[in-house]
């Protein structure tokens, strides 16, 4: 047997049993700046007085809890941010089983690469920032070192048929990694290595818990970059699970356009690479795209290589007012119709340029009215010919300032508006009852000023905090909105907001996630969008690669 040493953590206080699993989780208030920290250097200690056998008592209780609730539809869900789970028919371990499986890979992976802390659980359970959030937590946390560790985690898993829920950057917003049946949550916050940079092959090898940014800082010296950018506390392994994007994929594509191959470890403990590394391959199924955006409910991904792409010789940015959204969305339609080379076109409402001079998280202000944020890169000549096409544009659908930056400074400035506004939301929160519900819908390029426009009136109707903002240049819409989960009515008008968005989207021909994916919150928008046939396709491949519903179970849709 072995015992690996796993880095100091930092000591956690402890809760009783009782506040461990109260039906309303506390909320850890937390600053955007502290948020950011976080994710990564709260780490797990062996406690005294909270012991395995009664943290697993009580995780079993309320894992029984859950199976008694029965399954929902989306209509049940949306009636709260913390109520309902799915159930399923297959029977996962009891107490003295959870047990054995802690003591077993305890034994294997050594005493602290296993947690049962209270707080560590609740980290990993719950999301200040997810859509939703539910009433049980995981049972454990595994802290695996590399690939071979998850096949042991995973065997144990098998072994007594407990749920497996895949962790890394823990950013996701649809309860993606939520633990609806208890089981083992498994956080790659020690396999964060770049294992490999192929320069003249322009791809990389990377773990799960390797930060986009932090690729990106590795890169920079070989004058290579990863162009995939969502929030910035996001990780590669949850990027490539839910199969994200970000503000790049105007120009740049999504995460499924990146991937080459991926390490998978299976439900029974099987390793498998999806295929090998050319950039092109017309040998057998397509299994990495298969894995790419399932969430987890698959397979655990353990490695991941990416195509990388030399650095732009240029790049500038610009930001672009307009007296209406409707005059903003209108103007980047034309634009993108041009076939202008833009890195990326944000949009961001007036309420949310409101709350980034509230939350003071850039170091400057900024006029209070709708707002397109572009992106340029390429060449010298071709970024200045397009920022001069689209000043031009921008000025026939009514523009009011046309500001671009004249060096490296002001574009990190003009551009640090557009990714601090998740940190902004946060920021402004007044206390535990106050809730963010952030969703996305994308459509046809075509039919997003109407959507964007219909949208905005709901929101400003709701009387509360509500803002729009989207990856225009592709479609995709999200909204932010915060309200009180004490106020009565709040949360049904949000609701109410929101399942009218969805259902708009879908009825242009889009879909109910651009980007955030399906996780717990959208099971039966998805259903909508794709039909019955097709949703049984993908339970036959959910059944067949996981025939006891152990990995990730409860997301993209009910067995």
């Given at each position: 047997?072995?015992?690996l040493?796993?880095?100091?953590?930092?000591?956690?206080?402890?809760?009783?049993?009782?506040?461990?699993?109260?039906?309303?989780?506390?909320?850890?208030?937390r600053?955007?700046?502290?948020?950011?920290?976080?994710?990564?250097?709260?780490?797990?200690?062996?406690?005294?007085?909270?012991?395995?056998?009664?943290?697993?008592?009580?995780?079993?209780?309320?894992?029984?809890?859950?199976?008694?609730?029965?399954?929902?539809?989306?209509?049940?869900?949306?009636?709260?941010?913390?109520?309902?789970?799915t159930?399923?028919?297959?029977?996962?371990?009891?107490?003295?089983?959870?047990?054995?499986?802690?003591?077993?890979?305890r034994?294997?992976?050594?005493?602290?690469?296993?947690?049962?802390?209270?707080?560590?659980?609740?980290?990993?359970?719950?999301?200040?920032?997810?859509?939703?959030?539910?009433?049980?937590?995981?049972?454990?946390?595994?802290?695996p070192?590399?690939?071979e560790?998850?096949?042991?985690?995973?065997?144990?898993?098998?072994?007594?048929?407990?749920?497996?829920?895949?962790?890394?950057?823990?950013?996701?917003?649809?309860?993606?990694?939520?633990?609806?049946?208890?089981?083992?949550?498994?956080?790659?916050?020690?396999?964060?290595?770049?294992?490999?940079?192929?320069?003249?092959?322009?791809?990389?090898?990377?773990?799960?818990?390797?930060?986009w940014?932090?690729?990106?800082?590795?890169?920079?010296?070989?004058?290579?970059?990863?162009?995939v950018?969502?929030g910035?506390?996001?990780?590669?392994?949850?990027?490539?699970?839910?199969?994200?994007?970000?503000?790049n994929?105007?120009?740049?594509?999504?995460?499924?356009?990146?991937?080459?191959?991926?390490?998978?470890?299976?439900?029974?403990?099987?390793?498998?690479?999806?295929?090998?590394?050319?950039?092109?391959?017309?040998?057998?199924?397509?299994?990495?795209?298969?894995f790419?955006?399932?969430?987890?409910?698959?397979g655990?991904?353990?490695?991941?290589?990416?195509?990388?792409?030399?650095?732009?010789?240029?790049?500038n940015?610009?930001?672009?007012?307009?007296?209406?959204?409707?005059?903003?969305?209108t103007?980047?339609?034309?634009?993108?119709?041009?076939?202008?080379?833009?890195?990326?076109?944000?949009?961001?409402?007036?309420?949310?340029?409101?709350?980034?001079?509230?939350?003071?998280?850039?170091?400057?202000?900024?006029?209070?009215?709708?707002?397109?944020?572009?992106?340029?890169?390429?060449?010298?000549?071709?970024?200045?010919?397009?920022?001069?096409?689209?000043?031009?544009?921008?000025?026939?659908?009514?523009?009011?300032?046309?500001?671009?930056?004249?060096?490296?400074?002001?574009?990190?400035?003009?551009?640090?508006?557009?990714?601090?506004?998740?940190?902004s939301?946060?920021?402004?929160?007044?206390?535990?009852?106050?809730?963010?519900?952030?969703?996305?819908?994308?459509?046809?390029?075509?039919?997003?000023?109407?959507?964007?426009?219909?949208?905005?009136?709901?929101?400003?109707?709701?009387?509360i905090?509500?803002?729009?903002?989207?990856?225009?240049?592709d479609?995709?819409?999200?909204?932010?909105?915060?309200?009180?989960?004490?106020?009565p009515?709040?949360?049904?008008?949000?609701?109410?907001?929101?399942?009218?968005?969805?259902?708009?989207?879908?009825?242009?021909?889009?879909?109910?996630?651009?980007?955030?994916?399906?996780?717990?919150?959208?099971?039966?928008?998805?259903?909508?969008?794709?039909?019955?046939?097709?949703?049984?396709?993908?339970?036959?491949?959910?059944?067949?690669?996981?025939?006891?519903?152990?990995?990730n179970?409860?997301?993209?849709?009910?067995?």
């Amino acid at each position: 047997m072995k015992s690996l040493a796993r880095p100091a953590r930092r000591v956690l206080a402890s809760r009783t049993g009782t506040e461990l699993f109260n039906v309303r989780p506390i909320l850890a208030i937390r600053s955007a700046q502290r948020g950011v920290a976080t994710i990564q250097q709260t780490r797990p200690v062996k406690q005294s007085s909270w012991t395995t056998s009664r943290a697993l008592l009580l995780a079993s209780f309320s894992a029984s809890l859950a199976y008694l609730l029965g399954a929902y539809d989306v209509s049940s869900l949306m009636e709260s941010k913390q109520e309902k789970v799915t159930s399923v028919a297959t029977p996962y371990a009891n107490r003295e089983d959870l047990e054995k499986a802690v003591t077993e890979m305890r034994a294997v992976l050594g005493e602290d690469a296993i947690s049962t802390d209270a707080d560590d659980l609740h980290k990993h359970g719950y999301s200040e920032w997810s859509s939703m959030n539910i009433e049980v937590l995981p049972i454990a946390i595994a802290y695996p070192q590399s690939t071979e560790e998850v096949v042991t985690i995973a065997k144990v898993c098998a072994k007594y048929k407990i749920p497996q829920i895949p962790y890394s950057g823990g950013s996701s917003l649809e309860a993606n990694f939520s633990a609806p049946y208890g089981g083992v949550c498994i956080d790659f916050a020690y396999m964060d290595k770049v294992l490999a940079v192929h320069q003249n092959d322009l791809d990389v090898v990377v773990q799960p818990a390797v930060g986009w940014m932090q690729l990106n800082e590795k890169l920079k010296k070989d004058g290579l970059f990863f162009p995939v950018d969502p929030g910035p506390t996001a990780m590669i392994g949850g990027m490539a699970a839910t199969g994200c994007s970000g503000t790049n994929a105007m120009r740049y594509g999504t995460m499924r356009d990146w991937v080459i191959n991926l390490t998978v470890v299976m439900a029974d403990g099987t390793i498998i690479k999806t295929r090998r590394r050319p950039r092109k391959s017309a040998a057998g199924y397509n299994l990495t795209n298969l894995f790419v955006g399932s969430e987890g409910t698959l397979g655990i991904i353990t490695e991941i290589t990416l195509k990388v792409t030399v650095l732009p010789q240029e790049t500038n940015v610009a930001v672009v007012t307009f007296p209406t959204i409707k005059d903003a969305a209108t103007a980047a339609g034309d634009i993108i119709r041009t076939g202008a080379p833009i890195a990326a076109c944000e949009l961001l409402d007036e309420v949310q340029m409101s709350v980034i001079n509230r939350a003071k998280t850039t170091e400057r202000t900024w006029k209070e009215v709708p707002t397109l944020f572009f992106k340029f890169s390429g060449t010298k000549s071709g970024v200045r010919e397009t920022v001069e096409l689209v000043q031009k544009i921008a000025k026939a659908n009514k523009s009011q300032d046309f500001e671009f930056a004249k060096n490296k400074e002001e574009e990190e400035s003009l551009w640090s508006a557009r990714k601090q506004v998740l940190w902004s939301m946060l920021a402004l929160k007044e206390d535990e009852n106050s809730q963010v519900w952030s969703t996305d819908v994308a459509v046809p390029i075509s039919r997003l000023p109407e959507l964007i426009e219909v949208t905005k009136k709901d929101l400003d109707a709701l009387g509360i905090f509500a803002s729009a903002l989207g990856h225009v240049g592709d479609g995709n819409f999200h909204t932010g909105i915060m309200y009180n989960t004490k106020k009565p009515g709040d949360k049904e008008k949000v609701m109410k907001c929101v399942k009218n968005m969805v259902n708009r989207a879908l009825e242009m021909e889009g879909t109910c996630t651009g980007e955030h994916g399906v996780g717990l919150v959208k099971k039966d928008y998805l259903l909508k969008e794709l039909g019955p046939e097709t949703i049984n396709t993908m339970k036959m491949i959910k059944k067949a690669l996981d025939p006891y519903n152990l990995m990730n179970p409860g997301k993209v849709f009910d067995l």
